[in-house]
């Protein structure tokens, strides 16, 4: 079972719930590009992606790669927050510093109402 996920609005906030595993970094830079496009398509300018059920298997250089291309494609207007699975966070956390480094407002979490919260922070 691949990268699986389902986009749902909520007011201001595009939410994502994500599970599975990733398969490879194309797979990774498919999914964060449909998420991408829904922001543009709502006029989301905060996210919130659920992937406490998704496992990350890609290795080092793969998820340097893909947050490297996400931060080449995403506004600067968009704020994420993710929340994943506590096995994975200091991989999570590479990410986002990769990522963060590149421009991209972004910031892992263990629990869903500390990424809301810092969401909704002004």
């Known amino acids: ?17 994500t599970r599975g595993f990733d398969e490879n970094l194309q797979e990774v830079e498919q999914y964060g590009l449909a998420i991408l496009e829904a922001c543009q398509e709502g006029n989301y300018s905060r996210v919130l992606c659920d992937e406490t059920e998704l496992e990350y298997r890609l ?7 893909s947050a490297v291309f996400l ?14 699975n ?26 869903v109402e500390s990424a809301r919260h810092w969401l909704h922070e002004q």
């Open 1 to 17: 079972m691949s990268i699986q996920y389902v986009l749902k609005p909520e007011s201001d906030l595009l939410t994502v719930k």
């Open 59 to 65: 290795g080092t250089l793969d998820t340097y790669q």
């Open 71 to 84: 931060a080449s494609y995403a506004p600067r207007l968009i704020k994420a927050a993710i929340v994943c």
């Open 86 to 111: 506590e096995k994975f966070v200091s991989d999570a956390h590479f990410w986002e510093t990769v990522a963060a480094n590149r421009g991209l407002t972004v910031r892992v979490f263990k629990d």
